[in-house]
Every structure is written in structure tokens, then in C-alpha cells.
């Protein structure tokens, strides 16, 4: 099962995120064979959260991941968003014919109330990183909608969901994260 992890940063958490950035990565070394997408999100030059797709065997090992987390544990993150994922691109980031590095990346998130929508991966795949709909821990309900994608701009982003089929959505300057 697949699920989509973003851990928001708590306002005033840098100095202890960066104190816990070795243990961070030490821990999610552990997943590195689960990890489908990983990387910080931003505001400017300010790490903003961290980002985590990852398949596990259940809800409860997807509670564990997240959870358990050196920096969740230390009280940097003011909140988890954990949400079963369904992987629509069939790859990892690590797949992403775009490589690492050149032009944005942005984390877009489209959430709910209503039917699913933008349950098809949009036909203009070449910029996305990732892409799929949240969904309720069995699976059943649509929640959302998750994508990474490389845009010139957080406009250009956003226009990868359907503006008018969601409750909010979210954009965040994203990065590929791990070890180099």
C-alpha cells in the first residue's frame, strides 16, 4: 500500500530540524527501498516541511513511519498530513526522466469534499514527478489529490489539478530529497 506523508514544520523549528538532520536521514535510510518520493518543501529560503511517499504493508506501518520520525518526535512539526496514495505514474522520483536538478519543483496538493476528480494522470505527463489521489486508509473514499511536478512557476503547478473540483489547493516550492 502507498501512502503520502507531509510533515508540516512547526514555526520556529529550524535550528532543532537541522540539529535532527542526520537522524532524519539515518531514519529514512531505513525505507530507502519503500520511498516511491522524498524532499523538503519551502517558502523562499525557509524549509517549510518534508515530504515522504512511501509503500508499506498498512495503515498502522504508515502511522509508524510518520510518527516515529526523529523530527515528529522532537516536536518540530506542528502537524501530519498521512494518507493512503495511489501511485498513477508507476514510478519513483528516482524514474523521473527530468532528473534531479533543472528548472522548479513544486508539491501541489488539491484536497477534498466531493466526488474524485483528477483520478486520470493529466496527458502532459513529461513534468511530473509523481502524481495520485489521496484517499481514505481503506482506500475507498477520495480525499485529494498529490502531485510533484516541475513547473516554471507555482501557477503553472497549480494548473495541473482542476481549480474548480477541490476545496483548497496547496502549492509548495518542493525539492528531491535524500542523501546525494
Known amino acids: ?12 523549528s529550524m535550528a532543532l530540524r537541522h540539529g535532527l538532520l542526520e537522524e532524519h536521514w539515518s531514519y529514512m535510510d531505513r525505507y530507502e527501498k519503500e520511498l516511491i518520493a522524498r524532499g523538503p518543501t519551502f517558502a523562499g ?25 526523529p523530527c515528529y ?20 522520483m528516482g524514474d523521473f526522466p527530468g532528473g534531479r536538478t533543472g528548472g ?9 469534499p466531493g466526488k474524485g476528480t483528477d483520478l486520470a494522470v493529466p496527458p502532459d505527463q513529461d513534468e ?25 512557476d507555482p501557477d503553472t503547478a497549480r494548473a495541473v489539478l482542476a481549480p474548480d473540483r477541490y476545496a483548497d489547493i496547496e502549492v509548495h516550492a518542493w525539492e528531491f530529497g535524500g542523501r546525494r
Open 73 to 92: 518526535q522532537a516536536g518540530a512539526y506542528r502537524d501530519v498530513l498521512l494518507r493512503r496514495w495511489r501511485n498513477m505514474l508507476g514510478r519513483t
Open 1 to 12: 500500500m502507498e501512502f503520502f506523508c507531509y510533515h508540516r514544520d512547526r514555526r520556529g
Open 104 to 112: 522548479n519543483r513544486f508539491l501541489v496538493l488539491g484536497l477534498g
Open 45 to 69: 529560503d525557509t524549509l517549510t516541511g518534508s515530504v515522504h511517499i512511501v509503500d508499506l504493508p498498512d495503515p498502522a506501518a504508515a502511522r509508524a513511519f510518520a510518527f516515529d520520525e
Open 128 to 152: 511530473l514527478i509523481a502524481y495520485g489521489p489521496l484517499l481514505s486508509d481503506d482506500g475507498a473514499t477520495w480525499l485529494g489529490t498529490a502531485a510533484l511536478v516541475r513547473a516554471p
